[in-house]
């Protein structure tokens, strides 16, 4: 039967391409207010798509925010159910005059699509629609019961769908949740990941000063609130990477000894990694630590943004009054969000400098995750993907977080597939994000695959 | 004579307070390209009130950015010439929500004109203007030789004046100069202001990734432009405020015992300083040195702005690949700037975080000055000053910079008389900036008087 699939998918690559095309044209961007008649937008797009492709009791499902949607199809009594999650919301496009064709018309290139939005998430969320499109054009009906929630504030924290899962557990029983939101290890091989980052972010102000002084008639005597917070923010890590922040590390966790020892395994170039996707003059971290370690495995405290005083054109010589700072954390397992804030907040407070004052504001807390390869959907899961792909499948962890995989585990008791079809230089959150073409048709193929097998059972 | 000069200022009050409002109007911003047009229409009011008060061979001299305006009156031979400078241009109003009331419209409050310039120097120079105004009306003529030269750009750099007045020193020869742009020490306390720091106004660019990455994916491993600025300019200072950077201190030369002494009677309360101009928690700076020591005396490294990264509304995780800053260096008596640049730079280059590359970008750079108290034209300004606010005048520093003392000592070989009629409190370059309105016409019959005594001869 996967070869039917395989053939309509094949057979069908142009309209399935631009049915793609004009949901990554609405310009989404889940954090800047004035695109919210687009997040309306792509959520009806969403949901108009899960209709066309035979799902039932679709609902736009209004929240505190942005609208999430829902559909589910369940007439497979006796096999199981899958919750296909995704987000239609993305990051926004600035800088803008990085972009080589426009962020929002999506343009192929070297055997890639080219717009914000076309790997995280909406290229692989759409293939989950496609792949139903796809079985129920070719058998009538699917091979097991499907749940969809699709959110649209993925990229802001995404407090709505957190609360609507754990308002809405019996709604959304499920057996394996499936998330496409990830890369593949490298072009071409089969991955699933199987660990997860968490994440707070915050935002810091600090003021000094009760207003911008002359910096002449001041300087030498009066504190300044960029200084204030570049001197606070500094002291978050040594020179090396290593957070100072106390207790940080308190509760991480090492790797497993064979999950360490197969990520040696794994082709990994430094010398590439850095010429190639990160295109600094070097690398930083625990120097006692391999890149994917400290990527995957080890906690981090980064800086998004700061921004005080005066940076227009020419000169002006103001102590500024104001400063703010975008910050988080990337959490590994077991490491508690909440007391990662504590021992945050107790730091600040002991390292403000002298004349400012610091407020701290979090934003949004997500633990990190691991998740067991011996599940019988993941093992199904590596199948299909190793099937279609032509190549056993790598079980890894991404550096990156998915909120909402720890509300299936916390709220639903189940485990998921991180099946994701991006590839490390997609540029996710940068200027000229692109999703592979190859990947979306062979993504959609490996999804029906996988929906076949796990409902034909052990 | 000079009662003759006092009486036509307080019966002309009015007119004299509406002309400065109306100079005050225009916004000439010098640092906003999109402010040229006021710029030409400042210096365009400025000749027409040089050509009103009865000066001749009125100039608007084109330079490579904003004009000069030049003025002479030269028609008392055997008298001595003082050389009148001021400018015209204003630093930008921002943040514009925190004025009271707008800042191009001049509005009379408590006693003060309320305005951007009004104090810093619209308020100031326009008071030259009026003086010789005054003695034209009532003595007919001016009883020494008077030349103006205005400028446009003393808050971007004043690059064209200080190529002007290199080039053209016979033209501007003189016995001494006389600039009213600093403050008096306190209320009605008359000031003579002997010595000013030098400054250098650089721009500190960082580079990280070729991009920006996402934190998740790079988190850990990836250099952070932010962080890499951050890290370097918090090593500028310790947290006493002692400047770290190798040699800034090596000219530096302690004030001489006496002017140190004269110091410590001026009255100063540090909390009043505190509490009434800085608003902030503390006074920072170095420990075993008086406020006016730290203000006046001593060198400063201050960071004016910041920006990098993603500091809109709500949360985006990226590790930013660039990140800017503004930073000055005021300098005090005998540190040259070219070594403190050199030195800066050398810095720079050994501290240099690990994946970062830092470009720096001198703006401007002028050195600290002092004027020897026993000058004639200082003694004989001290004395019309003293008895015109009726108490003797103090002599002190000020932390701030005017180059263009610095080019009349080099070039036409002159000291001048720092005659200022601010106040601490006038908020220059924040918001809210104000003049006195009495220190405007007590300035005017100030600078008339000193004008008849220089005259006199002694």
Redesign the interface.
């Known amino acids: 039967m996967s070869a039917a699939t395989d053939a309509f998918v094949s057979q069908n690559r142009d309209r399935l391409l631009n049915e793609l095309k004009e949901f990554i044209r609405i310009p989404s961007i889940?954090?800047?207010?004035e695109h919210r008649p687009d997040i309306d937008r792509a959520a009806s797009f969403v949901a108009d798509s899960l209709a066309r492709a035979g799902m039932e009791h679709i609902e736009v499902i209004p929240t505190d925010k942005h609208p999430l949607v829902y559909a589910d199809w369940m007439h497979a009594p006796g096999k199981p159910t899958v919750l296909c999650y995704g987000h239609y919301d993305v990051?926004?496009a600035d800088?803008l005059e990085?972009w080589t064709s426009p962020p929002f018309e999506p343009t192929e290139r070297n055997g890639n699509l080219y717009a914000r939005g076309t790997a995280d998430d909406k290229g692989q969320m759409y293939m989950h629609i496609k792949a139903i499109e796809a079985l129920r054009a070719v058998n009538g009906k699917l091979p097991l019961n499907v749940k969809f929630l699709i959110e649209g504030e993925e990229?802001?924290?995404g407090a709505s769908i957190a609360r609507y899962i754990a308002e809405h557990a019996d709604k959304l029983r499920a057996d394996v949740a499936l998330v496409s939101d990830t890369?593949m290890y490298a072009e071409g091989m089969p991955t699933l990941c199987i660990g997860l980052?968490g994440?707070i972010?915050a935002e810091i102000e600090a003021?000094?000063?009760?207003?911008?002084?002359?910096?002449?008639?001041?300087?030498?005597?009066?504190?300044?609130a960029?200084?204030g917070l570049?001197?606070l923010?500094?002291?978050a890590?040594d020179?090396r990477?290593v957070i100072q922040i106390p207790g940080i590390y308190d509760a991480v966790e090492e790797p497993a000894p064979a999950e360490r020892e197969s990520w040696s395994h794994l082709p990994f170039s430094e010398a590439d990694?850095l010429a190639r996707?990160?295109?600094?003059?070097?690398?930083?971290?625990?120097p006692d630590r391999s890149?994917l370690e400290?990527?995957w495995s080890?906690p981090?405290f980064?800086?998004?943004?700061?921004?005080?005083?005066?940076?227009?054109?020419?000169?002006?010589?103001?102590?500024?009054a104001q400063?703010?700072?975008?910050v988080?954390f990337?959490l590994v397992p077991r490491q508690d969000p909440e007391k990662v804030i504590a021992a945050f907040r107790d730091w600040v407070r002991g390292n403000t400098?002298?004349?400012?004052?610091i407020s701290v504001r979090i934003?949004?807390a997500s633990p990190g995750l691991v998740v067991n390869p011996e599940h019988p959907a993941i093992r199904v899961a590596a199948q299909a993907f190793g099937e279609v792909f032509g190549k056993p499948t790598v079980f890894i962890r991404?550096?990156?977080?998915i909120p909402v995989v720890g509300d299936f585990a916390a709220h639903l008791g189940i485990p998921t597939v991180l099946m994701g079809f991006g590839l490390?230089d997609d540029?996710?959150?940068?200027?000229?994000e692109k999703y592979k073409l190859e990947n979306y048709y062979k993504g959609i193929m490996t999804i029906a695959h996988f929906f076949e097998q796990y409902g034909a059972g052990p």
Do not use: C, W
């Open positions: 889940s954090t800047l207010p990051q926004p800088p990085l990229e802001v924290g890369a980052r994440l972010y003021s000094g000063p009760m207003r911008d002084l002359h910096s002449g008639l001041y300087g030498g005597a009066a504190p300044n960029v200084s570049i001197e923010l500094a002291k890590k020179d990477g990694f996707e990160v295109g600094s003059g070097a690398l930083i971290g625990e890149v400290r990527v080890r981090t980064e800086v998004h943004g700061i921004a005080g005083g005066f940076t227009g054109a020419g000169s002006k010589t103001v102590i500024p400063a703010v700072a975008k988080s990337r400098p002298q004349g400012i004052q934003l949004n991404s550096g990156g977080s490390p540029g996710l959150h940068s200027p000229n």
